[in-house]
Every structure is written in C-alpha cells, then in structure tokens.
C-alpha cells in the first residue's frame, strides 16, 4: 500500500492509496438506503441541528455551534498555511486526529470551532516514526491545548472493534459533491471490512464518504447507547473521493490505544 500526504487546500495526491484529503467529488454509485437520517448523524458530533443538503459526500451540513468535531489548521515555520484537516475533542484540553495531518514540517495547529478565534495547541504528539505505508506505525495524532476547549467530548472505543454491517457516522470540514469546504458535515454509512490495523467503508450513495480536508475526523460508532470514536480518517484507495473504499485508523488497535492514553490521561472510553 501506499499513502499520500497530508492535505492541502487545494490538489490532489495520486497513489494507491492516498490521505482522505485528495479527490473530486463528482456523485457516483448505486443508490442505497442511508443508514441513519442526517439529522442524527449530525447530532452524533454534539447538539447540532442537521439539513439535507449535500455534504461530506451524500450527507448533511451540521451546526458547528457545539460539535466536538473541529477544524484544524496547519502553519509550517515559515507561516503558511500547511493544510487542512479535521480533529475530534476528546477531553477539554486534546484534540484527536491523524498523524499524517501534523507529521514533517508542520510547526503549530490550530483549531477553529466555526465561530471565533482559532486556538493553538501548545503541544503536537503524533505516533513515532510515523511513516505512510510503514508496518508498526500507526495514522493518529494528539494535540494539547492549554486552555479549555469549550465543547463536550467524544470518548474513544476501546472496549471492543468495529463489526462489518455496522452503522457508523463520518464526518469532517473537508469537500462536498460541490467541491466547497467552508462547512462541517456529517453523514451516515456502513462498515465494510475490519482488520487490525483500519475500518473500512465503500462509497455508495446515499451513505456517506470522506473527502479532501476530512482527514483526521472520526468514524463514529455507537456502544452503550453513546457514539465513540472507532477510527480516525486517514486514507481512500482512489484519487475521487466518489470511488473505492474509505480507510480509518482503528483505535482499537492496542498500539493505538495505548498511544492515545499515553498522551491523554484523561480520554474517556467506551
């Protein structure tokens, strides 16, 4: 396999396999039964509201106005912008997303929540020696903040893996079918496959899929009659974001886990 970089705001990685935040967004597939109606995916994120408008790929724009899904924005030493990806609170002071997001040459993060000023964190943790297409390292990342981040968190799923035919909400600030990231989205979908190290999903509307500037947001599942964090959006196995298969770092994974503990004490579990 083969993983392309982080994302940048604009363009295309080509690989095999490439970081969830590369693509077109054109709508393509077979036409199947959404899981779950947008309004509950988006209020799968926190107290959000839902419309039926088009998003994420085949989802639906959500408030951002309490969401624990939020944007994250890189700067290199120099100062420009480095990207875009999306990150999931998971306490007041840790922001969960993909390594790929923040590895190499990124020097700060900093999240936006949909209003007001950005935050930055004050520490960036991702797995060590991370490299795409490496075996034993692993596509998460931590970011610490010195300051509450006013949102409710998201626990992460520890207690057991995702189950090919499970419900599961995505979601991101990435691109719609109409190529525009300005807005948080979410939509519903179904997993695929499973195996050690990802979930998987394919593409097929109307369930949803992850698209440029979606990487580093989680794949929800729900246990215990609460959503936790499954996986972290990490790749896809096509340059379009309306073809192939979804892949999410899974938390389960002990190393994962481990890692996300290691860095964030506190993290709640499920």
Do not use: K
């Not at 490439?18 to 799968?44: D, L, M």
């Not at 509307?205 to 979606?214: H, I, L, R």
């Amino acid at each position: 396999m083969m993983f392309g970089m982080r994302c940048a705001v604009s363009g295309i990685v080509t690989a095999v396999l490439v970081s969830a935040c590369s693509g077109t967004a054109t709508p393509t597939g077979p036409s199947v039964p959404a899981p779950i109606p947008v309004a509950e995916a988006c209020a799968a994120l926190g107290p959000t509201t839902g419309s039926s408008s088009l998003a994420v790929l085949s989802g639906g724009t959500c408030s951002a106005a309490n969401s624990a899904v939020v944007r994250v924005n890189m700067r290199t030493a120099s100062g420009p912008s480095a990207g875009i990806c999306t990150g999931t609170v998971i306490t007041s002071r840790a922001v969960l997303t993909a390594a790929h997001c923040v590895d190499e040459d990124v020097t700060a993060a900093l999240i936006f929540l949909g209003s007001g000023d950005q935050i930055q964190a004050t520490a960036i943790h991702f797995y060590p020696g991370f490299v795409f297409n490496t075996p034993n390292t692993f596509d998460v990342a931590v970011l610490l903040f010195d300051q509450n981040i006013p949102r409710t968190p998201i626990p992460i799923l520890t207690s057991r893996e995702g189950r090919v035919g499970e419900t599961a909400v995505v979601s991101g600030w990435g691109r719609d079918e109409n190529d525009v990231t300005t807005s948080l989205r979410a939509g519903s979908t179904t997993i695929s496959a499973v195996n050690a190290n990802f979930l998987q999903t394919i593409y097929a509307p109307p369930s949803a899929s992850v698209c440029s500037g979606d990487s580093g947001g989680s794949i929800l599942l729900r246990e215990g009659g609460q959503w936790a964090i499954g996986g972290i959006t990490s790749a896809t196995s096509s340059v379009a974001c309306n073809t192939g298969t979804n892949f999410f770092q899974a938390v389960f994974n002990t190393n994962v886990r481990n890692f996300i503990r290691q860095h964030v004490p506190g993290v709640g579990e499920r």
